[in-house]
């Protein structure tokens, strides 16, 4: 049987994580997972926050799912707090996946903010897409201490 695995996406907005997500789905066997399109489907628009427990529900439908499928999950969200990212963690490992692995795309500031700009869709305010950054940047200094198996940086 084939090891199963799940990668969690880990950056600011702009950064790249669902491009990067996407070509990781064709060579990994696997499903993305996406916050903003669980929004977007549940509310008709992914800027819209929402209720957290409808949302995580359905990410854990998406998960179970996927697992049923016998596939690989990729977990898509900015995942920028330690605490969001030990959520996904225990989240993948209660479904059995064998490997949890982060994927942290550590884009500038200003890629994340002309990328963002350019965006017909989803575009983030810019203090929002500040904050985010700053405090991922903060957390990239311990994220080697958490408990994911592998870490891959995109720079």
Same mark, same amino acid.
């Given at each position: ?28 066997? !696997? ?8 929004? !977007?489907?549940? +509310? ?18 998406? /998960? ?15 995942? +920028?707090?330690?605490? +969001? ?21 550590? !884009?500038?500031? !200003? ?12 575009? /983030? ?29 995109? +720079?």
């Amino acid at each position: 049987m084939e090891k199963t695995t799940a990668f969690v996406m880990v950056g600011a907005p702009g950064s790249g994580k669902s491009t990067h997500a996407a070509k990781l789905a064709q060579t990994e066997n !696997a499903v993305i997972v996406s916050g903003d399109d669980i929004i !977007a489907d549940l +509310y008709g628009d992914a800027a819209i926050q929402g209720n957290w427990v409808e949302i995580h529900d359905e990410i854990e439908r998406q /998960v179970a799912d996927a697992v049923e499928r016998g596939k690989n999950v990729i977990l898509d969200g900015t995942h +920028y707090k330690h605490v +969001y990212r030990n959520e996904a963690i225990t989240l993948l490992r209660s479904y059995g996946f064998e490997s949890v692995e982060a994927v942290v795309l550590d !884009a500038s500031l !200003a890629t994340c903010l002309a990328r963002n700009f350019q965006r017909v869709e989803r575009n /983030v305010p810019d203090y929002v897409v500040k904050q985010i950054h700053s405090t991922l940047q903060c957390g990239l200094r311990t994220i080697m201490t958490e408990t994911f198996d592998r870490f891959h940086f995109v +720079y």
